[in-house]
DNA sequence: GGTAGTTTGTAAACTCCACAGCGATTTTGA
DNA sequence: TCAAAATCGCTGTGGAGTTTACAAACTACC
């Protein structure tokens, strides 16, 4: 706060703001010529010149030779965004399974690497399993530990400010992993540790169903049940990282919603209870009565919770995610009839479009807000790697 | 968005910002010498002096004269934000009065005008009371209308971005009315509409209860039961203007909750139903039975939306406002325990400080934050009243 | 009462940045 | 081959902030 008075501009720090603004121009455009970045930042023909020739020099943007040009005059060389200046890593930790993503500074996905792993397993076979997967990304892209330039970690549970879910998790003995500590002799930059509800909501703001969308409650229905929320645009974890958490009420019958399908009459016994409910759905769609009746109770519980986040909330957009979006079609409907009787405004109610993969796209969304956070709020500063704040 | 990319900064530009974060420091410290600007801004001493005095110039800041000095050294002319450059406004039109309060732009109060309504008055009346109220009010301070830069309005029921109460409001024939073109002719800056629930909490947070938090939520306790958030410091209204609304959920018993105060046994029959209430905890707390279970019923109620919002948002206060914070003494407790049965995180519960200037109180901050988003967001525009845009 | 020390006010010189304008260069099309 | 069009690169101009230097004003102390 005291830090904030001082924004005394500098001649120097006139030229860090155009430097950031031509490159935000340029971080979502093709390739652009001088005159088209003069155009977009307001700034002269020459000075967009010299600030390019700067990035290009530092290390922010390329140069691309002109090649055959379809237009008159004389061809412009173009600038683009180096964003493979740096990298960032998204991880999600699943009870089944551990999934890591790399990306360059555009979003763009480099490599992708997935490892099953034992439901029960014990907290030092998983993150033993995570170090295998990490050492395997970095080398599977041959990239060294000090591209990285932010890794997100997406786990259950609600997770504090300092990244450790204390309150609860289903994970067995994960209550006082440090993931952060954990990697930290192998990073330098920031590790951010964040709940993977709320991670697959981000994912869907980004590339999924609610691109458009500023205001948006993602449901997480599956054989666990929860929401999260993004209000103006930004992901919204409360006071103490708890927002989202109305599943806790008993009125909302969250924690026991899934059991009318599990519970539902007639699933052979030959199918695990960890199938029962895609069995439902699958029954429900064949027409069977008790499967309808499950699905139907089922929504109505998980309605009631949504209701209060929508009263609560007048969000644009409700994202139906989790396992059970694979089933929206039977679940889309009514929840629209029952959020129509429970709330004043109705949202649009969408199902995701990301699936299984979304909480790894958010924490590959959040490594790279870190990241521009970092480089590209204050100032500009040199294409390395952040390094991660004590 | 595409005007968001021309932000290439001039030397003027870079002026102005240098202009901005002085007038920003001047405004939230005493008379200020340059020498201590020059510090709080990085800026060096006779570039802080160049710009003050363009200050002065231009009407943003006043020069106080050095007088009697105590330290050693040539005394220290000091500069001063001259916050009667110009006005706001904020009016609360509630069911009984109508409660108009001037200040300047330090938010310094200097005019309170108030006046009591029918309760059953019609729109027109209603309005006729409205333009009385404005034009006492420019008359008693002696401004003029174009030194008025913002107004405010705070009215009961949900607003939506026209300014309107078209969902619905206990004020009869009140939803087709448009304040803000009732005003336009009487003035030409931002006029501006909001639910008085939220003004209130706006309120709690500049001067009230809450003055510490970022994450907010108010509770509207009295014959209406409503609530407002403030979620990272800024007011939420949701993508309809319908956030806070949880009371629409029948779960949530917050329409009913009230009777079990007016219909609380033993109340006489001489006592009207609006007085029926305090009457209520005026028995409870001298130790009447009936009215002690009456209060905890009313308090169980409210507890059950209350935790609906805090689990939701994981705020970090709950304050407790409306016509009933009065027995704030008899709900806190009670309120707080039902909390920590409902919630996983029990935030601090406090009452309102404000009582019910509270919503005029918040009109004239909501004005204030608008004059700051004009005229100290983007650069440094003259002193003049902004001009509603259309 | 005078002088040293300290702080403020102001002017000058300097540096740096963006801009405007002009000519040179390179390509297309007639 | 020449004109038109667009880009590239250079130079001079003006403005903003900083540093440096010095005069002015005040306190403290001898």
Redesign the interface.
């Known amino acids: 706060m005291t830090d904030q ?5 500098d ?1 120097s720090r ?1 030229r860090e ?2 430097s950031l ?1 031509v490159v ?2 340029l971080r979502d455009q093709p390739p652009t010529t001088v005159t088209e970045l003069a155009g ?4 002269s023909r020459p ?1 967009v010149d010299v600030i390019a020739q700067g990035l290009v020099a530092s290390g922010w943007a390329d140069v691309v030779e002109p090649g055959a040009s379809s237009t008159v005059g004389r061809p412009a060389r173009r600038y683009r965004f180096r964003a493979t200046a740096g990298y960032v890593i998204g991880i999600d930790i699943g009870a089944h399974k551990i999934l890591a993503l790399l990306a360059d500074l555009d979003g763009n996905l480099s490599h992708t690497v997935r490892r099953s792993v034992d439901a029960d397993a014990d907290p030092s076979a998983r993150l033993a399993a995570l170090d295998e997967i990490v050492a395997v990304t970095l080398a599977e892209s041959g990239k060294s530990a000090d591209e990285i330039w932010a890794v997100t970690i997406g786990v259950t549970g ?1 997770v504090d400010a300092s990244g450790r879910t204390s ?1 609860f998790t289903p994970l067995p003995g994960w209550r006082t992993v440090d993931l952060a500590a954990h990697l930290s002799d192998r990073f330098t930059c920031p590790i951010l540790v964040e709940n993977d509800c709320k991670l697959a909501a981000l994912a869907e703001r980004w590339q999924g169903a609610a691109d458009d969308a ?2 948006i409650v993602f449901l997480l229905a599956g054989m666990r049940t929860g ?1 999260s ?1 993004i ?2 645009g ?1 992901l ?17 019958r969250w924690l026991a919603a899934p059991s009318h399908l599990q519970k539902c009459p007639g699933v052979p016994a030959t199918v695990s209870p960890d199938d029962a409910a895609a069995w439902v759905f699958n029954a429900a769609r064949a027409g069977n009565r008790d499967a309808r009746t499950a699905v139907n109770r089922y929504v109505k519980d998980l309605a ?1 919770g949504t ?3 929508v ?6 957009v409700v994202v139906l995610g989790g396992g059970f979006s694979r089933s929206a079609d039977l679940v889309l409907d009514p929840l629209r009839r029952e959020l129509r009787k ?4 109705v ?1 649009d109610v969408r199902a995701s479009t990301l699936g299984a993969d979304g909480v790894a796209l958010g924490a590959l969304r959040l490594a790279l807000d870190e990241v521009d956070r970092r480089l590209f709020s204050v100032g500009l500063s040199a294409p390395v790697a952040p390094r991660r704040d004590v």
Chains 1, 2 share one sequence.
Request: glycine content about 12%; proline content about 5%; some cysteine.
């Open positions: 008075a001082t924004t005394g501009a001649l006139l703001l155009n603004t935000r121009a977009l930042t307001g700034l000075g609600p309150l500023d205001d929401a929320l209000i103006d930004v919204r974890r409360g006071f103490a990282g708890a927002a989202g958490e109305i599943g806790a009420l008993k009125a909302v009631v209701a209060a986040l009263l609560a909330l007048d969000p644009q429970l709330c004043l405004r949202p």
